[in-house]
């Protein structure tokens, strides 16, 4: 299934467009499709669809529109049975896409890909995969939805990527010396965005290699009228230094020699020109990170846009075991192996630690690795501000003033701004990841500091990746009004991690064990583990330990108890739930992984009421899931 919203939105199935109701529902699916594989709370949803004039029958409303889209996406959904693609999850709604399903994915896949290439050298695989990511677009974004808020709100962020994709293609079109075929599209483009001096410097070049040096001098001073006129400025440095090379007749502005268009027999697997896939399975270290490879893809595009300057606040949630830490490790190795700085820092989940601890632990290693000359430049005037939090930096600079400032909204405030732009000052140097676990147990200020930084980077070599367990979040947590906050910055980017699928259940008992198994033991593993790759290492070696990977599997299959370690897991997570909830919870899980309230009631003697708040408080705790 094809989602699309750059254009006109549309949803195909194979060769069928699918229809998709009225405004409300549809605008439903957009405002999900916006914020695909994060969870859009009811409220918000309800908020966007009715604003001021919501009924009071809106939940309900809700509701029924959700059933509606659902009958949409999946009419062969049996009655019952859980969504697959709309899935509900508290405290509201999410959809599930793969990758590529949404146009707006493989849009920024693409445009990550042709401008790795352009940076390596490739103009003409650049062009190409950058005019492949363009001929995405249809029309303005949600054309028929664009005076609802929501539209109004993202429409401008995505005509930004589209016109930065659009500068880049014509970059990567004046290097394959083709600054004939782009000077029409360059004077309308100007046309167009006036006050953007990218595509005026763009102008001014292709104007010069085509011989026509007197129109590109024109060229800028129009530009420089325009920016004087309208805002008061002069033109950009670039464009300067470009004015005063046309005026020298440097040669380093002459056009390179035509190339031309690659053979596909040419492209070498290996080779940085290769596919990202195959380029990502290469890499060395690639051997044993198995069933996480769609969603490290993720990760290395925004990793890859601050390498290009352009940050990233990247938030990875999942259950305990899912693999959050071994996916940010992964990514990490990648950073480093381009030459960014990585630093980490964890949040203390046993109580006590100061404010502000995964920012003091992450910086605290910055400051340590860093000439206290050039550390001081980093934080420029604001270094006794950045010191309240981190001791280690008056250490390293001892001149730095000591500030007696009282709590208040200002002092924070300033104390944020401090941290932001050293944090920008230190990514300049050299790009720069901050990695932040277990953001389930960070305290208020560090929440409040990491909403400010995403506020502030959009323009800075800065990736900062946290981590969480979604079932810690219920919701008067912190953090899920944190989440909340931060999904409203076009910087910000969300990703859950659920159970593997079975074929990657069996690629990780191989990497385990170095043992294949046979399809019926990776069935049994994947049902009794739901895929979780914490449990299913401590299986596979309980399983290893008896010989029982390769053994003969009779007709009634496997046979699994369970590991030590999985059951810590599972007594840790009950452990917060009362005892009268656990012990039904318990009663429960003997019919399976799915039962009715009503059977529970029946069985247990207690009341359909006492059942009911059973399962809010499973629910609640990421126990139980609505079936």
Same mark, same amino acid.
């Given at each position: ?24 529902? +549809?605008? *439903? ?55 697959? @693609? ?21 849009? $920024? ?18 062009? +190409? ?27 401008? /962020? ?5 016109? =930065? ?5 014509? $970059? ?53 009228? %325009? ?10 440095? $670039? ?52 069933? !996480? ?12 846009? =601050? ?18 830490? !071994? ?39 910055? %400051?340590?690795?860093? &000439?206290?000359? +050039? ?39 300033? *104390? ?9 000052? =230190?990514?300049? &140097? ?26 502030? @980077?959009?323009? =800075? ?10 079932? $810690? ?19 910000? +980017? ?64 496997? /046979? ?68």
């Amino acid at each position: 299934m094809e989602f699309c919203i750059l254009g006109p939105l549309e949803v195909h199935r194979e060769d069928e467009s699918l229809a998709l109701g009225g405004t409300k529902q +549809r605008s *439903l699916l957009a405002i999900l499709l916006l914020n695909a594989n994060r969870v859009v709370s009811s409220d918000r949803l309800i908020d966007e669809l009715w604003g001021e004039e919501a009924p009071e029958t809106a939940a309900k409303a809700l509701q029924v529109h959700v059933s509606q889209l659902r009958k949409t996406l999946e009419p062969n959904r049996e009655a019952g049975q859980s969504g697959q @693609i709309l899935v509900t999850r508290s405290p509201g709604y999410l959809i599930k896409l793969d990758a590529d399903q949404l146009d707006l994915d493989r849009f $920024e896949r693409l445009a990550a890909e042709g401008r790795r290439a352009l940076a390596r050298g490739d103009p003409e695989l650049a062009r +190409r995969t950058l005019r492949e990511a363009l001929d995405l677009w249809r029309g303005p974004p949600l054309a028929e939805l664009a005076y609802a808020d929501f539209v109004q709100r993202e429409a401008p /962020r995505l005509e930004e990527l589209r016109l =930065a994709v659009l500068e880049d293609r014509i $970059e990567a079109d004046l290097e394959a010396g083709r600054h004939g075929e782009v000077i029409g599209e360059l004077e309308r483009l100007v046309a167009e965005e006036p006050l953007r001096e990218r595509p005026r410097r763009q102008l001014m070049l292709a104007l010069y290699r085509a011989g026509r040096q007197a129109e590109a001098l024109d060229a800028y001073r129009e530009a420089r009228e %325009v920016l004087v006129e309208k805002l008061g400025i002069e033109p950009g440095r $670039e464009l300067k230094e470009l004015e005063a090379a046309i005026l020298a007749q440097d040669q380093s502005l002459e056009a390179p020699k035509r190339t031309g268009e690659p053979q596909p027999e040419e492209v070498n697997p290996a080779s940085p020109a290769a596919p990202a896939a195959t380029a990502v399975a290469g890499r060395p270290g690639q051997g044993r990170f198995v069933g !996480r490879e769609a969603e490290l893809r993720d990760l290395e595009v925004a990793l890859e846009a =601050a390498l290009l300057g352009r940050g990233t606040v990247f938030l990875v949630g999942g259950a305990p075991g899912i693999g959050k830490s !071994r996916l940010v490790d992964e990514l990490s190795k990648r950073a480093a192996a381009l030459d960014a700085r990585v630093v980490w820092g964890r949040c203390w989940e046993a109580g006590g630690a100061p404010a502000y601890w995964p920012w003091v632990q992450a910086l605290r290693s910055y %400051v340590h690795a860093i &000439d206290p000359g +050039r550390l001081l430049e980093q934080v420029g005037g604001q270094g006794a501000e950045v010191a309240r939090i981190l001791p280690e930096l008056r250490e390293a600079l001892p001149d730095l003033p000591v500030l007696e400032l009282p709590e208040s909204e200002g002092a924070r405030f300033r *104390l944020f701004d401090a941290g932001s732009s050293f944090l920008k000052r =230190a990514a300049s &140097d050299r790009p720069l990841v901050v990695v932040l676990e277990d953001l389930h147990a960070a305290d208020v200020p560090s929440l409040l500091l990491l909403e400010f930084i995403a506020g502030e @980077i959009a323009d =800075a070599p800065l990736l900062v990746v946290g981590t969480y367990r979604d079932i $810690e979040l219920g919701p008067d947590h912190p953090l899920t009004s944190a989440v909340l906050d931060l999904g409203r910055h076009r910087t910000t +980017r969300m990703l859950l991690l659920e159970g593997f699928r079975e074929a990657d259940v069996s690629r990780l008992v191989e990497a385990i064990a170095g043992v294949t198994p046979s399809g019926r033991v990776a069935a049994a593993i994947h049902a009794g583990t739901g895929g979780n790759p914490l449990f299913v290492g401590e299986l596979v070696r309980l399983l290893a330990s008896e010989g029982r990977l390769e053994e003969p599997i009779d007709e009634a299959g496997v /046979r699994l108890s369970i590991p030590r370690g999985v059951r810590d897991v599972i007594d840790r997570r009950l452990a917060q739930v009362s005892d009268a909830s656990r012990e039904l919870l318990s009663i429960a899980s003997v019919f399976g992984r799915e039962f009715a309230v009503e059977t529970l009631s029946q069985i247990t003697g207690a009341s359909v009421e006492q059942a009911l708040q059973v399962v809010d408080d499973g629910i609640g705790e990421g126990i139980l899931s609505e079936a």
